[in-house]
């Protein structure tokens, strides 16, 4: 269990003794000082509050993330240029133009981002957060929400004016959470778009040299041949997510609503409601840490999980085809870095810790080798134009089943005159059944071996 913040908590019984109050009686002034030190500390804490009103406190994950960083946190500064004494903008400026030149022969999508720049770990958690407190924001609530109706009718009268207060230590405790959760992230991620989801503003192409001169200590590739390998990958993401607008809303939106789906376990929450002090942030601290907050899995979730990991798939699988074509020969180490970020992407990491903590998801693209094997077979058969024009519309995407047969999904394309003559209709049924088939096996009850249901 984390330690309690904010200065609440237990006493810390190894340091016992002198001046302890709980070691021998303890004088009226005494005790009137100790609750004079409390009513302030929850008053400081409470004004750190801020204008946040939400579920979460996401000035006080910012300021977390930010201390927790350090003064580290704001250099971009590497030596990751091409030329000595580059500074790091200049070194992302150079490695961007040159990729945007490779992709233009890669794929029928132009350019997307207007601007490359160099952030540092401070930076990406300022100009990333918007989009994880959208991402943030519906599980907080609906945690929040069973939690406070799971309290008991006549813990709520006593409580009174302070459930507000409750309110706002919830919040904050998520809060807090979420800002050590971003500050883990920051020292790690090397681009805007590593995650698969578009987290910086729009138009806006973004490496951490900084990070990236870590990941490139033991590869034994030149530190500029990295630089370019990485701005490709987030530049060819940036075409996607530009030039395809249904796609940045359709990856949110699945998070959306897997959040949504979540339930807690109010039975387990109301054993636990006679715990909680209003008065005492350490109580609600550990009721947040104490697993009885775990969200249950619902089938809907379970729906909306299988098609995030399949959109995720494709996305990465694409952007490692057509990356991997740009490059060529052009980078002699370019295969072993696509083989070192496929088992980045595909064994988990930082990002996925940290859905699993805050949303319950993990954003693992489990089958981004399918994907991408899927993405060359179209692309080597039918041409740059129809492999990048499925992305037209969602309803002609390929779904879980045609990366498990990629050869008939091929086909199909190819029976089709144009892209236009792709039926988006007969896609959506045909998903629609597929799914339907899905669910039908699995509840199917099982059958022992004489082939009788059990």
């Known amino acids: 269990m984390s330690k309690p913040p904010f200065g609440f908590g237990p006493s810390d019984p190894d340091k016992r003794g002198e001046n302890d109050p709980s070691e021998g009686g303890q004088s009226g002034a005494e ?232 339930s807690v376990d109010t039975s387990a929450l109301e054993s636990l409601a006679g715990q909680i002090d209003p008065a005492n942030p350490a109580s609600i601290e550990e009721a947040m840490s104490s697993g009885l907050l775990e969200p249950q899995t619902t089938e809907e979730q379970k729906a909306a999980l299988n098609r995030l990991e399949t959109l995720l798939a494709l996305v990465e699988g694409w952007v490692d085809v057509v990356v991997a074509e740009a490059v060529g020969d052009r980078l002699p180490g370019a295969d072993a870095l696509r083989e070192t970020l496929r088992r980045r992407r595909a064994t988990g990491g930082p990002a996925e810790q940290t859905f699993a903590t805050l949303v319950g998801l993990e954003l693992r693209p489990r089958r981004m080798r399918a994907a991408s094997a899927l993405w060359k077979l179209v692309g080597d058969r039918h041409g740059l134009e129809k492999r990048d024009g499925l992305w037209s519309h969602p309803d002609l995407m390929p779904t879980a089943e045609d990366l498990d047969e990629p050869i008939d999904f091929a086909d199909r394309v190819g029976e089709a005159g144009s892209i236009d003559d792709l039926d988006p209709i007969a896609e959506l049924e045909r998903t629609e059944r597929s799914e339907r088939e899905e669910r039908e096996k699995e509840e199917e009850p099982p059958t022992d071996e004489g082939g009788k249901s059990s």
């Open 31 to 262: 005790a009137f000082n100790q609750l004079g030190q409390m009513l302030s500390q929850l008053g400081q804490m409470l004004s750190q509050a801020g204008s946040s009103s939400g579920p979460v406190n996401y000035d006080l994950a910012k300021q977390i993330a930010l201390q927790t960083l350090g003064s580290e946190g704001n250099t971009g500064e590497s030596k990751l240029g091409f030329r000595g004494g580059d500074d790091a903008n200049a070194a992302v400026r150079d490695a961007a133009h040159l990729a945007e030149l490779w992709l233009d022969a890669a794929t029928v999508y132009p350019a997307g981002a207007t601007s490359a720049v160099a952030w540092s770990p401070r930076s990406w958690v300022e100009k990333t957060l918007p989009t994880w407190q959208r991402l943030c924001d519906p599980v907080a609530r609906q945690v929040s929400g069973a939690w406070m109706e799971a309290l008991p009718e006549e813990a709520k009268q006593a409580a009174g004016p302070l459930l507000q207060m409750m309110g706002q230590m919830g919040g904050m405790a998520f809060g807090s959470q979420l800002g050590n959760a971003l500050a883990q992230l920051a020292s790690e991620m090397l681009t805007s778009t590593e995650i698969g989801l578009p987290l910086a503003p729009a138009g806006t192409s973004a490496l951490l040299p900084a990070n990236i001169e870590k990941f490139a200590e033991g590869l034994e590739l030149p530190n500029s041949e990295i630089l370019v390998f990485l701005a490709a990958r987030e530049a060819a993401h940036q075409r996607l997510f530009t030039h395809v607008p249904w796609l940045p809303q359709r990856l949110l939106a699945t998070v959306e609503e897997f959040a949504h789906g979540i």
